[in-house]
Each structure stands twice: as structure tokens, then as C-alpha cells.
């Protein structure tokens, strides 16, 4: 029988490939969805509950969280619907299952992917003080890659006019993008080969904004090791990606060398789920690992550039006639349980945590060299609060 569009005898005696079983597509994506969706929200438990610092980057991580769950549940439905077969062996009902499925998990893997990366560039604004080269390098970022995710989230959620003859496989409805698999298969594979392509650059640039506090004078070893570990995890998602975007190019899309995207999805579908997963993880982990580390007794922090020490001083000697001896001995004291409501509140309108919930807040923002000292008075107590770099 001689080749089409959608048959060749030599692909069809293929044997079916390992990413193609429903095993496999299953087992990957629920086991990294899990890990990714636990690293998040230890992170935003961390900032809301903990901390009580939550900011941009917590919300685009949020935003992240619930796109991706959207689209790990539409590929663990995916198997059911053909996904790993041949398009030909798919009745209607199934394709037509399987283009909705595909649709929202695309649309949401696009969408994701510009969540990441603002969450990770607010992340970076906590860090670095205002008039520095790497705030404006993080603040132009913000402004591309919003308007990047954009674009590339219209044309994922919008492939058709209207948006259902994208399933309906309608004559009558415009299609281009996303959408053009059929009428414009070369259309179709490059807006997947640019989605992929520019992703990948983005990530890389987000990756190596931190690279310079690895080489600065008076960074402290164990910092250096901790920004090794994330700079490892992060090259792991440039890997994905690299790795995805060649299976892109090789079958333009699951378009070549037949129209069989059910057949050549899953690997591309796969890797776009180890990469958003990964990346999650490597922007979470410096948020909730100081506190979970401490709850266990590890003497371990990974930070995404320096850690910050706060150290609280009580001195009653002039009430409870301890000697200076005494006092000299531990530099740290618990706060006495009346009034520490109160005090909480006023510590978490301090103009530093004010600073860090909005990153652009241009006034009282502490710098990452600062060291700041806030005396407060009360009677009949005084505590003393220091900050350091």
C-alpha cells in the first residue's frame, strides 16, 4: 500500500516505543506532578503561614500550581483516548476526546511555562536591592516574558475561531498555530519548534542571573555549594528542553514523517512534564527547605544567594537582677508569651517585610550587603532585632 499523509507501512511495523505505553506516561507524570505540586505548596505554606511574606512570585507559583494540575489530570486521560496509538486506529468519539484532551493540556503546559519563569524572576527581586544592574536585568525579563507567555497562551487557548472547531475538525473554522495541524502541518511544527526554542533561552537566561553572586567576593562557601546544587537542578530543565525541542524538530510536531500525533506525542508530552516539574522544584526548594531543615535537625540551608540570620536579645536585668554574666551567656532568649501577639504584628509590618511582600516597592528595601539594627523599647522590656547580609 503506498504512503499518505497518515499511513506508512514502516512506521506501523514499528514496535510500539517505551514512552508510548500508558505504564509509562501514567507513572511519569504522576510521579513528578506529585513531587512538583508538594514542593509548591510547602513553599507557599512557608510564605503564608510561616513567614508570613507572600509576594508576586507566590502568586505566579500558584498560578503554575493549578495550570499544571490541570494538565497532568488531561494527560493521565490522554492514554484512554489513543494517545501512544496510530491516529488511524482511533474512531471519531476517541479522536474527538483525545483533541480536547490535548488542547487543554497544551494550553496549560504554554501557560505554565511563563509561570515558572516570573515566579522565579519575582523570586530574584527579594534579592537583589533597586538601582542594580541585576534587578533591571530581572525587571526587563518580567516585562519579555509576560509579554512572550503572552502571546504564545493566546495562541494555545485561542487555535481556532471559534475556539471548538479546533476538536470539531470544522471547515468553517479558522484555524492557525496550535491549531493548524491539518490545513497547515509546517504551521503547526513551527509554532511548536518557536514555543520550545525561545522557552529554552528564556531558561537559560533566568538560570544564570544568580551566577554572579557565585564569584563574588565574600560569598561564604556553604552558599557557593547551595548555589552549585540549584545551578545543577536548573541545567537539568535546560536538558528537558533541549532533549524536547529535538524530538520537535525530528517529527515537526507529530507531523513527519505521517500526520500521526497520537503516535510521536507522548515523548515530546513527557518531557514537557519533567521540565516544568523540575523547574518547580528548583524554585521552591531555597523557600521551604530553611524550614523544614531546621524542623528536623538538619544543620543544612540552601538559599538562592545568601542567608539572612535574626538573632533576638531580651535583657530584664534591671526587673529580674540577672548579672551581664549571665545574660553574656546565650545571645538568643525566648519572648515572654504576654504581648508576643502583639509584638508579631508590629514585626510583620516592619518596613523590611514590607519590602520583601512587594519586590517593587521602592522605598525601604534592604540591600543585600545591609546590616540593619531596629532598637525597640518597651517597658518594662527591650528587644533587639538584627539583620545581617
Request: with cysteine; proline share 6%; hydrophobic share 45%.
Amino acid at each position: 500500500m503506498a504512503s499518505s499523509p497518515f499511513y506508512d507501512p514502516e512506521v506501523y511495523a514499528e514496535p510500539q516505543p517505551w514512552a508510548n505505553r500508558p505504564s509509562t506516561i501514567l507513572g511519569i507524570t504522576i510521579t513528578f506532578m506529585i513531587l512538583s505540586g508538594l514542593s509548591v505548596l510547602s513553599r507557599l505554606y512557608v510564605r503564608f503561614k510561616v513567614v508570613r511574606s507572600p509576594g508576586w512570585d507566590d502568586l505566579f507559583v500558584g498560578l503554575y500550581l493549578m495550570t499544571t494540575t490541570a494538565a497532568a489530570i488531561a494527560i493521565c486521560l490522554l492514554p484512554s483516548y489513543g494517545l501512544g496509538d496510530h491516529l488511524l486506529h482511533l474512531d471519531v468519539q476517541k479522536l474527538r476526546m483525545f483533541l480536547i484532551l490535548f488542547y487543554v493540556a497544551n494550553a496549560c503546559y504554554v501557560s505554565s511555562t511563563a509561570f515558572i519563569k516570573l515566579s522565579l524572576l519575582f523570586q530574584y527581586l527579594r534579592i537583589f536591592e533597586h538601582g542594580t544592574i541585576l534587578r533591571r536585568i530581572c525587571t526587563t525579563l518580567i516585562i519579555i516574558i509576560a509579554l512572550w507567555g503572552t502571546a504564545y497562551a493566546f495562541m494555545a487557548w485561542f487555535p481556532c475561531f471559534p475556539v471548538s472547531g479546533f476538536w470539531m475538525v470544522s471547515r468553517t473554522a479558522k484555524c492557525y498555530a496550535f491549531g493548524a495541524s491539518i490545513p497547515n502541518p509546517d504551521a503547526f511544527a513551527a509554532t511548536f519548534e518557536s514555543h520550545t526554542a525561545t522557552n529554552m533561552v528564556f531558561d537559560i537566561m533566568v538560570l544564570a542571573i544568580p551566577i554572579p553572586l557565585y564569584f563574588e567576593q565574600g560569598t561564604p562557601s556553604k552558599a557557593r555549594v547551595n548555589l552549585v546544587v540549584l545551578f545543577s537542578m536548573g541545567c537539568l530543565v535546560n536538558v528537558f528542553a533541549v532533549w524536547r525541542l529535538g524530538t520537535i524538530i525530528q517529527h515537526k510536531g507529530g507531523t513527519y514523517p505521517i500526520l500521526d500525533p497520537t503516535w510521536y506525542g507522548p515523548s515530546m508530552i513527557l518531557l514537557a512534564v519533567l521540565e516544568v516539574s523540575v523547574a518547580s522544584i528548583c524554585g521552591s526548594v531555597p523557600v521551604f527547605w530553611p524550614v523544614l531543615s531546621e524542623r528536623l535537625g538538619f544543620s543544612g540551608r540552601i538559599f538562592v544567594t545568601r542567608e539572612v540570620e535574626v538573632t533576638t536579645e531580651e535583657r530584664l536585668k534591671h526587673m529580674r537582677g540577672i548579672s551581664d554574666s549571665s545574660s553574656s551567656n546565650s545571645s538568643t532568649t525566648d519572648l515572654p508569651i504576654q504581648g508576643e501577639e502583639e509584638h508579631q504584628q508590629q514585626h510583620y509590618m516592619d518596613a523590611f517585610i514590607i519590602g520583601q511582600v512587594d519586590p517593587l516597592r521602592r522605598d525601604h528595601v534592604l540591600g543585600a550587603d545591609a546590616h540593619v539594627t531596629c532598637d525597640r523599647e518597651t517597658a518594662p522590656e527591650r528587644r533587639r532585632w538584627h539583620i545581617d547580609g
